[in-house]
């Protein structure tokens, strides 16, 4: 049964066209998080959600923005998709903070 | 330096021999230690996790060590296989921004176990 969903799970986008990927969770888990995972590199977080806080990394550029309409659902907007944007994105959710993340099975973003 | 280190890089083994990965991390209030296992293509999994309250924790052929006071731990792999081969993430808990502590992951080991 899948826990962490994530819509599509290929997307193609053209230089500078704003882009939504979806994430949905079946956990009830109160933190959400979006990672960008480049090939061969660890996951890096974007940004993430504890219910309805938003907390955002310092390093993320603001081309990123994040909604959490509900618990199941969160989105991750890319305004102006770069070529550099192209990337495995990653949701994961977690009970708690510091605690164990499962992660859905990612989209895989393609800039054209 | 980086919060969380990992090495080796990359680390080749015969089938039935042991793997061992070792991360050390800056934070010394860190208190959790995940370990996730990526196939390639597919989604971190995690494989193994400890807490600090412990030092050593094992579940078959998977086992965790960690060493607070040397803030290091490390994943032990034994009797390897196949399908082990994947790449593996440690993580340590780290304060980036705000005041909450997210998971920084390790910059990964690609494990191939050969037959």
């Known amino acids: 049964d899948a826990m962490v969903i994530q819509n599509p799970r290929y997307q193609v986008t053209q230089f500078g066209k704003p882009v939504t990927l979806s994430c949905s969770q079946t956990l009830n888990h109160n933190v959400m998080y979006w990672y960008q995972q480049k090939s061969s590199q660890a996951p890096k977080l974007l940004f993430h959600y504890y219910d309805k806080d938003f907390n955002n990394e310092a390093d993320t550029p603001d081309n990123f923005q994040s909604r959490r309409p509900n618990t199941s659902f969160c989105f991750l907007d890319i305004r102006s998709p770069g070529l550099g944007d192209a990337a495995m994105y990653l949701c994961?959710?977690?009970?708690?903070?510091?605690?164990?993340?499962?992660f859905g099975p990612g989209t895989r973003l393609t800039v054209t | 330096g980086e919060n969380v280190e990992q090495h080796p890089s990359t680390l080749s083994v015969q089938e039935g021999d042991s793997a061992v990965i070792k991360c050390t991390y800056s934070?010394?209030?860190?208190?959790?230690f995940p370990w996730y296992k990526q196939e390639l293509g597919k989604r971190p999994q995690l494989i193994i996790d400890?807490?600090?309250?412990?030092g050593e924790k094992k579940d078959q052929r998977i086992a965790v060590t960690l060493n607070k006071t040397a803030k290091h731990f490390s994943l032990h792999i034994t009797e390897t296989q196949p399908e082990d081969s994947a790449v593996y993430f440690c993580?340590?808990?780290?304060?980036?921004?705000?005041?909450?502590?997210?998971?920084?992951f390790g910059s990964g080991t690609q494990l191939t176990v050969l037959p």
């Open positions: 934070d010394s209030a860190s208190n959790y």
């Open positions: 400890i807490r600090s309250n412990v």
């Open positions: 994961a959710t977690s009970n708690r903070l510091e605690r164990e993340q499962y």
């Open positions: 993580a340590a808990p780290f304060i980036s921004s705000g005041s909450a502590r997210q998971l920084t």
